[in-house]
């Protein structure tokens, strides 16, 4: 008899509880529908805390949605810092429990919606340089994707780009590359995940990866560009030079090829496995290349200081070659006259890049070096006095 009593006791409380859940649900989701979210987040979280919620897939549904909808209110952030995260964990849940499919479609538009509010936040997080963050949100919405039998490249893309700059080098190629086997329309994935292999050092897939892109997108500008950087760093000098055409043709106005150019010069000139004759040339093509980047942007400091500094470096070597002579030798006064006129041509590129980013300690020392030899002493004390301050 007791314990049929205890039985109709529970039975009744039971009841009571699950009529009071359906009515504080029931007047979230009014709340929900006329617009007033804070209202609704009280009642839900009422409904939800009850134990016969945890059954119920319309209260999980009615939650995850009121959630959603006061994430995508920045003015009610304070009343749910979390909205995001509480939205996708109950929309998952009404999904485990919505096994007669009710609320399927509902639940596959929000999940969407969902998955579309991770990747947002993931992209604000990107931009403040919070790749942490950024890169949890991004695998959420990733995650959202697969669980609705999507592929959302985009998001994939954005971890990619996380692990990139955590720096987590082997995820971000990993990553690059399964978004090349899903075919994503994106160059700079190919040019990215080129660069990370010649920054690890695996030449032969960088250049594999490079080639594959520009198979993929012919003529692509980016691509040319991170060819030639390519083969710059593995000193592929005359494939450089082919690459930098390309791209100069392309446009002819960008400063940063026609510097790329020059640089390329400049490095040949110094090979002494070439012979004498073709690094007089590639002298001659790397000063015409910087004058073109001048030209372009005459305030560019890495272009004035390079050029200063082939003809810094070339009339240095012609006085050092005049200082190994014997004394008395007739050739003397030729070559340390030939060298002082290169330093001459130096001299207004330095003291330009000095003037550009003052108180720069290299470009400083080959003014004093300058100064010192062009006897230059007006000009030598100030230096000396920037150099020792």
């Known amino acids: 008899m007791k314990r049929s009593i205890l039985l109709l006791a529970l039975v009744l409380v039971t009841g009571m509880t699950f009529a009071?859940?359906?009515?504080?649900?029931?007047?979230?989701?009014?709340?929900?529908?006329?617009?007033?979210?804070?209202?609704?987040?009280?009642?839900?979280?009422?409904?939800?805390?009850?134990?016969e919620a945890a059954t119920d897939a319309k209260?999980?549904?009615y939650c995850g949605a009121i959630y959603l909808d006061i994430h995508n209110k920045p003015d009610l952030k304070s009343i749910a810092p979390n909205a995001l995260e509480t939205s996708y964990n109950e929309m998952?849940?009404?999904?485990?429990?919505?096994?007669?499919?009710?609320?399927?479609?509902?639940l596959m538009i929000r999940m969407l919606q969902l998955g579309g509010q991770f990747f947002n936040a993931g992209a604000d997080f990107f931009k403040e340089n919070n790749f942490v963050d950024a890169l949890?949100?991004?695998?959420?919405?990733?995650?959202?994707?697969?669980?609705n039998h999507s592929t959302d490249t985009l998001a994939i893309y954005g971890t990619a780009l996380c692990y990139e700059k955590l720096p987590d080098y082997d995820n971000a190629i990993n990553t690059y590359e399964k978004l090349i086997q899903l075919q994503m329309k994106e160059p700079s994935i190919y040019t990215s995940l080129a660069n990370l292999y010649l920054e690890k050092g695996i030449y032969d897939k960088s250049e594999k990866v490079l080639q594959d892109g520009m198979n993929v997108f012919p003529g692509n500008f980016d691509l040319i560009i991170?060819?030639?950087?390519?083969?710059?760093?593995?000193?592929q000098h005359q494939k450089a030079l082919q690459s930098l055409s390309v791209a100069k043709e392309k446009d002819p106005e960008n400063k940063s090829i026609a510097f790329a150019v020059g640089v390329t010069y400049d490095m040949l000139k110094n090979d002494t496995t070439l012979p004498a004759a073709d690094r007089k040339t590639y002298f001659d093509d790397a000063v015409k290349a910087?004058?073109?980047?001048?030209?372009?942007?005459?305030?560019?400091?890495?272009?004035?200081?390079?050029?200063g500094a082939v003809y810094f470096n070339k009339g240095g070597d012609l006085i050092n070659e005049a200082n190994r002579l014997p004394l008395g030798d007739t050739r003397y006064e030729v070559l340390e006259g030939q060298g002082k006129e290169f330093l001459n041509k130096a001299l207004p590129y330095l003291e330009k890049a000095e003037q550009i980013?003052?108180?720069?300690?290299?470009?400083?020392?080959s003014l004093k070096?300058?100064?010192?030899?062009?006897?230059?002493?007006?000009?030598?004390?100030?230096?000396n006095d920037k150099l020792n301050q």
């Open 226 to 235: 991170t060819m030639a950087n390519f083969y710059i760093k593995t000193k």
């Open 357 to 365: 980013k003052t108180g720069d300690r290299d470009t400083l020392l």
């Open 20 to 51: 009071q859940l359906k009515k504080d649900r029931t007047s979230a989701y009014n709340y929900w529908q006329k617009g007033d979210l804070t209202k609704a987040k009280e009642y839900i979280d009422k409904a939800i805390a009850y134990p």
């Open 369 to 383: 070096e300058v100064y010192t030899r062009l006897a230059m002493y007006d000009k030598l004390k100030v230096v």
């Open 92 to 106: 998952k849940k009404a999904m485990e429990l919505d096994v007669k499919g009710e609320f399927k479609t509902d």
């Open 290 to 307: 910087y004058e073109e980047t001048i030209e372009l942007d005459p305030e560019y400091f890495d272009a004035l200081f390079n050029l």
């Open 59 to 61: 209260v999980h549904y």
């Open 136 to 147: 949890k949100n991004f695998n959420d919405a990733v995650k959202i994707g697969e669980e």
